[in-house]
């Protein structure tokens, strides 16, 4: 067990009917309020109405911001940051799902200070007072809304990059899971995907040989979110499931699975953000494409670990550890198939050609985030296993 520290101050609002509290959790912060929300799923459920009733009814003012993409980008960014300001806003308040909270976060930095907030994700300055924010969560997926982390893409230089600071949890988080009920398949599908890769990420990179709290907390969160999603497909309306699925995505990403860990990386994050931001690709759906190729990449170096999340995730017990270990990477790949998300980048009709142009990209966000043990030849070869 490692030295850490564990605060997450974000509170938490779960379930039916928390979605009425918003306008009360965010007044506490501002009474100029930015309202930042996508290209209109919130319209369609009908629970835009429900917040805006809220926030005026705890006498809000709102200055509404719609528009954010999937796979948010910076030009947006950068509008709602002039918005914020022109109005004096003094709390931003995120309807939607990661990208929706993440570009809200990156205004609540933005907002506060003069130069560019892009210098903020290249490292070259840090966040102080950022605005407050409080989200409604609509769908399960990033843990954007119990974390510190953001991600934006860079159109000008393709560049989907990443950053976390400790001022920027959400200070109040409403997840009702009543609200995800209108998601459809594919993007349940590519939630659950991303809430399973959080959490691969920190298990296949820890270098402590001996983590058994943090690893059956992993290994349960895997299951739960692959049984969870499996539910929420037969019956897209299962408050239950829904319930269960969302609750596992937020503590797949809050903090909680990486305490103890140590020095921990984010390579299979790092390699999809550049399909993203070429692509445009569901972050969920590039997941899934790059995951198998990297597992087969590492598994020989690590077949102990991979044969254990094989025995823990998918119960194999037969054969040797390198079998094993190969056993549960063709599970896990097989799983990613049974809800239709891509296994391969080919079937993101990404072709063999692009591979160089992806690994040079990468590997400046690889820069940003200090990962010393990658570089183009290495993550190459790993998209060689990606086709
Ligand atoms: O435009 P809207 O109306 O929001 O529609 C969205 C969008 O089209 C729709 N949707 C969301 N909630 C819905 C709904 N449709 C019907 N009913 C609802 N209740 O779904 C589409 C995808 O939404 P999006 O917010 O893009 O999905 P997700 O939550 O997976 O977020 C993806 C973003 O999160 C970032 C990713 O990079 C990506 O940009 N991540 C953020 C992280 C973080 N902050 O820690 C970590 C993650 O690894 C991830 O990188
Ligand atoms: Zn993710």
């Not at 290209?39 to 200055?63: C, D, F, M, P, R």
Request: with cysteine; aromatic share 8%; charged share 20%.
């Amino acid at each position: 067990m490692q030295n850490f520290v564990f605060h997450n101050p974000t509170k938490i609002l779960f379930g039916k009917g928390t979605v009425a509290s918003i306008g009360d959790e965010t007044v506490l912060l501002g009474k100029k309020v930015l309202l930042v929300y996508g290209s209109g799923s919130i319209k369609n459920n009908g629970l835009y109405e429900q917040v805006i009733q809220s926030l005026h009814s705890a006498e809000a003012t709102i200055i509404e911001y719609p528009g954010v993409q999937s796979n948010p980008v910076l030009s947006h960014v950068h509008t709602g940051i002039e918005l914020a300001k022109e109005n004096n806003c003094d709390v931003v308040c995120a309807v939607g799902g990661g990208s929706v909270i993440d570009e809200a976060k990156a205004i609540c930095a933005g907002a506060t200070v003069q130069h560019d907030v892009w210098k903020f994700f290249t490292g070259k300055k840090s966040v102080r007072n950022p605005l407050p924010l409080t989200t409604v969560l609509t769908l399960a997926a990033s843990g954007s809304e119990m974390n510190s982390g953001m991600v934006i893409t860079n159109t000008e230089t393709s560049q989907k990059f990443g950053f976390a600071n400790k001022h920027l949890y959400p200070k109040t988080s409403i997840l009702d899971p009543t609200v995800t009920c209108s998601v459809p398949a594919d993007y349940t599908a590519y939630g659950a995907v991303d809430a399973v890769a959080h959490v691969l990420e920190f298990y296949f990179t820890t270098v402590d040989p001996y983590t058994p709290v943090q690893d059956r907390l992993m290994e349960g969160l895997i299951i739960n979110a692959m049984e969870s999603c499996d539910r929420v497909l037969q019956n897209l309306n299962d408050y239950k499931a829904r319930a269960d699925l969302m609750w596992t995505a937020t503590l797949a990403l809050n903090g909680l699975t990486g305490a103890g860990l140590g020095k921990v990386g984010f390579p299979m994050h790092m390699i999809e953000h550049s399909l993203s931001a070429f692509y445009n690709v569901p972050h969920g759906a590039g997941l899934s494409a790059v995951i198998p190729g990297w597992m087969r990449y590492h598994a020989n170096r690590q077949a102990p670990r991979f044969a254990q999340f094989a025995e823990r995730v998918f119960d194999i017990r037969e054969g040797s550890v390198e079998k094993k270990a190969e056993q549960g990477i063709e599970a896990l790949s097989a799983w990613f198939t049974k809800v239709k998300s891509p296994t391969n980048i080919t079937a993101l009709n990404i072709p063999g050609k692009d591979i160089s142009k992806i690994a040079e990209n990468a590997m400046t966000l690889a820069k940003v985030w200090r990962m010393k043990d990658y570089n183009e030849k290495k993550i190459e070869e790993i998209l060689q296993k990606c086709l």
